[in-house]
Nanobody
């Protein structure tokens, strides 16, 4: 497992932007496929976006495609989620996740069970 720490959440108005960051430890960060999930009160944790270990492949939930962008900086051991045109329904605790066990297996991971490491979450509130 690796240690993941999210940051960048906050209170914004509808239409605003935020960039979430996820800092990772681990000597083989380059090999980690990673993702973002979110959980609103009373709801299950849901997939938001995923990125392959190289950063060459990405995938988004339909609800955020075209508004959110996931990226990964292997040199800095960082992952990001740029969120534009935020809506009230985007409000949730956002979690970053890493698949550290697969050792560079190609592709993205779309399901919770495919990740073995999780951050503590960062709150995003969207309200006028």
């Amino acid at each position: 497992q690796v240690q993941l720490v999210e940051s960048g959440g906050g209170l914004v108005r509808p239409g605003d932007s935020l960039r979430l960051s996820c800092a990772a430890s681990g000597r083989t960060f380059t090999n980690y496929a990673m993702g973002w999930f979110r959980q609103a009160p009373g709801k299950e944790r849901q997939f938001v976006a995923a990125i392959s270990w190289s950063g060459g492949s990405t995938y988004y939930a339909d609800s955020v495609r075209g508004r959110f962008t996931i990226s990964k900086d292997n040199a800095k051991k960082m992952m990001y989620l740029q969120m534009n045109s935020l809506k009230p329904e985007d409000a949730a605790v956002y979690y970053c996740a890493a698949d550290a066990a697969s050792g560079g297996r190609p592709g993205v991971r779309l399901n919770l069970y495919e990740y073995d490491s999780w951050g503590q979450g960062t709150q995003v509130t969207v309200s006028s």
